[in-house]
T-cell receptor
Framework: AQKITQTQPGMFVQEKEAVTLDCTYD???????LFWYKQPSSGEMIFLIY??????QNATEGRYSLNFQKARKSANLVISASQLGDSAMYFC?????????????FGSGTRLLVRP | DTAVSQTPKYLVTQMGNDKSIKCEQN?????MYWYKQDSKKFLKIMFS???????INETVPNRFSPKSPDKAHLNLHINSLELGDSAVYFC????????????FGPGTRLTVL
């Protein structure tokens, strides 16, 4: 079974609007971490936001917030007030296990295009 | 100052050749990784080293051999290159503790002809 599922291969959003990128995960480990990375057309991987499985509150980082619904095993990324520079591939990733776990498992990505 | 650097950025070579990709991080991290991103943008871990010790080897063919001379460097050597090895290879590093945010290098685009 897929550990990380991103069901939206591509998304469009109008500039200045909010957009939600979906991510669901599958793990039986009570301790895990969820990450979102951005990959612009230039190719680098940029860390955006992190949510720990024991965190009580949803993570926020500037215009990025993570809608963490533990019971549904979803960790959707919300980008508010979209900008043209937000056009990129977005990857959801999971680290299973505690702090000493090292492996990130990535989803297949969502390509976001922001329209002017 | 670049946090995680890789050389070369582009590598074009013939099938059967041997090539190396170098990675260095100046973040003081103990853990380093190699990932492969295929043509469909799927990103998968290959190896992880913690303090120069191999801790993850994701059933990568033994033509791929990582080498960590010290904890700031993790190089990837590939023998007998095949067409299917064409991909973007990313190096990354992280602290071993905390939530392990991984910092990625700029990637090396390998093309095997």
């Amino acid at each position: 079974a897929q550990k990380i599922t991103q069901t939206q291969p591509g998304m469009f959003v109008q500039e200045k609007e909010a957009v939600t990128l979906d991510c669901t995960y599958d793990t039986s480990d009570p301790s895990y971490g969820l990450f979102w990375y951005k990959q612009p057309s230039s190719g680098e991987m940029i860390f955006l936001i992190y949510q720990g499985s024991y965190d009580q509150q949803n993570a926020t980082e500037g215009r990025y917030s993570l809608n963490f619904q533990k019971a549904r095993k979803s960790a959707n990324l919300v980008i508010s007030a979209s900008q043209l520079g937000d056009s990129a591939m977005y990857f959801c990733a999971m680290r299973e296990g505690g702090d000493s776990s090292y492996k990130l498992i990535f989803g297949s990505g969502t390509r976001l295009l922001v329209r002017p | 100052d670049t946090a995680v650097s890789q050389t070369p950025k582009y590598l074009v070579t013939q099938m059967g050749n041997d090539k190396s990709i170098k990675c260095e991080q100046n973040l003081g991290h103990d853990t380093m990784y190699w990932y492969k991103q295929d043509s469909k943008k799927f990103l998968k871990i290959m190896f992880s080293y913690n303090n120069k010790e191999l801790i993850i080897n994701e059933t990568v063919p033994n033509r791929f051999s990582p080498k960590s001379p010290d904890k700031a460097h993790l190089n990837l050597h590939i023998n007998s290159l095949e067409l299917g090895d064409s991909a973007v290879y990313f190096c990354a590093s992280s602290h071993p503790r905390g939530y392990n945010e991984q910092f990625f290098g700029p990637g090396t685009r390998l093309t095997v002809l």
